[in-house]
């Protein structure tokens, strides 16, 4: 699925008020009432249940999340009020970008497509955004229709190398931009130790843009917050793809870690200390859980199909060392459908958001849970997408001033 479908509900959604009674918005197949039952028992047996269980001999401490989740203690963000940083400068300490027409805006979003980055008839292909442009448009949810409502942010500039070190190691992002010669040669290479993941002579390039997108959502909506009670949510429509990208390499398509290097970007250069991760994907996002997954101040929080690729994200897997209980993975199974999303958002979601206490709040959008989509089962209609990104949104507002930036996930759907 090329995420036409349930993209634009999620623009939509982003200027909407949460729904009080959460209601699908498209037809579906019915999901089993055993399906929904069973599931409802397994949120609540595997998350807030026991404390201990014994699995192949080993005890398994973790059963509470609440329990786990290190709080805040006396925090306060090192930021100084006023002083708006840009990820456009070398020094990074110019005032802007684009926050003069960001203020007042309800979704501002920018776009990095990576038309070099392409092999033909693959589903990681240069055709996906293009098409998600043009249903926005054909749905009337661009700037063309809603004015100042919408805002593109431009002229961004790619993420710097510091960036991207950040969370992959540098022999990678070598050996990456070196192959970029090779590529050039034979016109598309297989990336070292990736598996499947594709590289063109752009496409080192291209993933450095794809990264500095979700820079400047940060910078942007970082900067409204500041200036307003009610910042627009952000999202950015890029590719490649980043959540299986590990700290090490590439993988599943994915090049760089979007989401993470935007996460330590907010750290590093807005002083927002404590990040939460929310990630809906069908796949496990075990790039971003393997960056992080000792970091007691960034919370990874997964919702996948069980037995999926890549494998990872079980639910005895919460983070180690002074990161244990920062990371929860919730593998679920195909046919959960929209209200067992409903059921982990709140029964979940928010009350690990409400304790970790985050200072942004940073969303892997994947979609392809939608029951459209042949790869998988979850059948999440569009309608579950909706009500994750107006409860999201919403979500920030109340914890984090509004901070909310939304990274598309184009990878191994259709």
Do not use: W
């Not at 960034?298 to 494998?311: C, K, R, V």
């Not at 985050?358 to 939608?370: E, K, M, Q, R, T």
């Amino acid at each position: 699925m090329k995420s036409v479908v349930s993209l634009p509900a999620m623009m939509s959604a982003a200027a909407a008020p949460p729904l009080a009674n959460f209601t699908a918005t498209t037809a579906s197949r019915p999901t089993a009432p055993s399906i929904q039952c069973n599931l409802l028992f397994y949120v609540r047996h595997h998350v807030y249940s026991h404390k201990k269980y014994s699995k192949n001999g080993i005890t398994i401490k973790y059963r509470d999340p609440l329990k786990h989740i290190r709080p805040e203690k006396g925090y306060s963000s090192t930021s100084v009020r006023g002083t708006i940083y840009c990820s456009n400068q070398k020094e990074r300490n110019v005032v802007l970008p684009s926050d003069h027409i960001a203020v007042g805006a309800k979704v501002i979003y920018a776009v990095a497509p990576a038309m070099g980055h392409n092999q033909e008839s693959h589903p990681e292909c240069n055709s996906r955004v293009p098409a998600i442009l043009t249903a926005l448009e054909k749905m009337k949810l661009t700037s063309k229709f809603r004015g100042s409502d919408v805002v593109e942010v431009q002229n961004f500039r790619p993420a710097t190398t510091d960036d991207i070190g950040s969370v992959h190691v540098g022999p990678y992002i070598s050996r990456l931009e070196k192959a970029m010669d090779q590529a050039s040669e034979k016109g598309l290479i297989f990336i070292d130790g990736s598996g499947p993941t594709y590289a063109t002579a752009t496409t080192f390039q291209e993933s450095l843009l794809a990264a500095g997108a979700g820079i400047s959502l940060v910078d942007s909506v970082v900067a409204a917050s500041r200036v307003s009670k009610d910042p627009p949510v952000a999202f950015a429509l890029i590719r490649p793809p980043g959540h299986h990208a590990v700290p090490k390499g590439a993988m599943g398509f994915c090049v760089f870690g979007n989401i993470a290097i935007g996460a330590r970007y907010a750290q590093r250069m807005h002083g927002l200390k404590r990040v939460f991760i929310i990630d809906f994907d069908v796949h496990h996002g075990n790039g971003t859980n393997d960056a992080f997954y000792e970091d007691p101040d960034i919370f990874f929080l997964s919702t996948h199909q069980a037995g999926s690729y890549p494998g990872t994200g079980k639910i005895d897997q919460i983070g180690s060392g002074n990161g244990e209980g920062s990371t929860l993975n919730l593998p679920l199974p195909g046919g959960s459908g929209d209200t067992a999303m409903r059921t982990v958002f709140d029964e979940v979601i928010v009350p690990c958001a409400q304790r970790f206490k985050p200072d942004i709040i940073l969303v892997s959008a994947g979609y392809d849970a939608h029951l459209l989509d042949p790869l998988a089962s979850l059948q999440f209609t569009t309608g579950a997408y909706y009500m994750l990104a107006s409860s999201i949104k919403q979500l920030a507002k109340d914890l984090c001033g509004g901070c909310c930036v939304f990274f598309l996930l184009l990878d191994r759907g259709r």
